[in-house]
């Protein structure tokens, strides 16, 4: 964690933006560039009867950081994938609390 | 926002189902039909040793609405999917604080 | 529900624990095993400027069963994973509320 978990933005637009967004995420979070996972999900989606482009769509699951550190991370993202050509970012995050969050076994909160 | 993510039904059954069904939130939801976004996910399911047909599922992302508006938003997604022969159907609301929700770098709550 | 969504283990592994798996989350959760799903997300992941490896990660979304059963969920789930070679396990959970989940257009609160 955090974990980006992205519709409609390709891997491939990830992928060129993930060294530097990464790199920017580690400053602002003040964590390990290792903590970060970019998932992109295989969806597809309709609307109006047909198929449609997937919307563009960021979820970050994280423990919650706060509203400067939440605004700074969000800001990053949408600079990014704006310059990578992306016209409209929306983002939300999804809070995991620690006492529901397990590695190998052990809560988070222990 | 609101937007369905689908599971266990597939994109042909919910193209079929979009338009009335959109139209239907709209009314209920009071907002515009290009905030609605359904997104189909691809999944492989297993269980008992095996791989299963996936369990039909929607999880609905949005800004808390209150018990009335959800009550209906349900009955409508039920309503239309069982009208195209899904027979069980489960769905959750997944609640987005607007404080957490970003469109183009800024916060819904700004 | 419990749901286990699943991302960076292949159906094959899950598909392998997900009999014994099962039938101790039965045993710890003291419900019938039908209402267990558990469905393998197709994602693609990228990192550091390409696509690397998903990093393994399973997410629970149930209603609040509370800490006993909740370490109890996790330590089985995580023990199942490492004896199939997973050797990193982390695991979150989602909380779905009663009054937001809906069978056939009932909710789960009514």
Not at 1 to 6: A, E, G, I, T
Not at 60 to 67: I, L, Q, Y
Request: hydrophobic share 45%; net charge negative.
């Amino acid at each position: 964690m955090p974990q980006l978990v992205v519709k409609g933005i390709s891997p491939q637009v990830m992928m060129g933006i993930s060294k530097l967004l990464v790199e920017e995420l580690v400053e602002i979070c003040q964590c390990a560039a290792d903590n970060f996972t970019i998932d992109c999900l295989s969806v597809t989606s309709v609307f109006g009867g047909e198929t449609v482009t997937t919307y563009p769509f960021v979820e970050v699951a994280w423990f919650e950081r706060g509203p400067v550190i939440r605004d700074a991370f969000a800001r990053a993202v949408t600079q990014h994938l704006h310059a990578a050509g992306v016209v409209d970012v929306e983002l939300a995050f999804k809070v995991y609390e620690e006492s529901a969050y397990y590695i190998n076994g052990e809560s988070c909160s222990a």
